[in-house]
């Protein structure tokens, strides 16, 4: 199965929206939250979307890097069940960071909850460092690692 890889754009909000429900059932961003993080896209962020053959979105990623010499926070990667353990999350890693150091950033930051295993290894192998924990992060109980990869 073929995957391709775009830029989010306005009218791709509903489905992220239906996808981030399935996906994060504990805190899903709102509607109202999809736009306000997209009315910053391209100054101060970047959303990518993951597309089967189908054409049928598969996963998105978003990224914030607010200002050159400041680190930048990937606010987003999801992708849906059936399609992990094929590379995408990995590509929207590659994709995030190219578009973080375009703008210069020194660094890249983002959260992960402490329990989820295939994430972490994920990030750790592709160079980031737990540097702190984040308690009640995703709500009681549920911690974050705040992670972090130097840009060289």
């Not at 995957?3 to 929206?17: G, K, Q, S, Y």
């Not at 736009?35 to 101060?44: D, S």
């Not at 994709?95 to 295939?118: F, G, H, Q, T």
């Amino acid at each position: 199965m073929t995957i391709t890889f775009r830029e989010a754009i306005n009218l791709d909000i509903p489905v992220l929206v239906s996808l981030e429900r399935q996906l994060f059932l504990h805190d899903p961003w709102t509607l109202a939250q999809f736009k306000e993080e997209f009315a910053g896209v391209p100054k101060t962020r970047y959303f990518v979307v993951a597309k089967d053959s189908d054409q049928e979105i598969v996963g998105y990623a978003g990224v914030l890097a607010v200002a050159p010499g400041v680190t930048a926070d990937i606010l987003t990667i999801a992708v849906i069940p059936s399609y992990r353990r094929q590379g995408i999350a990995h590509e929207f890693l590659l994709l995030l960071e190219k578009w973080s150091r375009d703008r210069e950033a020194p660094a890249i930051m983002l959260e992960v909850a402490i329990d989820n295993l295939d994430a972490i290894a994920l990030y750790e192998s592709a160079g980031y460092e737990k540097i702190s924990t984040r308690k009640d992060y995703y709500g009681p109980a549920l911690d974050a690692f705040v992670m972090r990869k130097e840009f060289s």
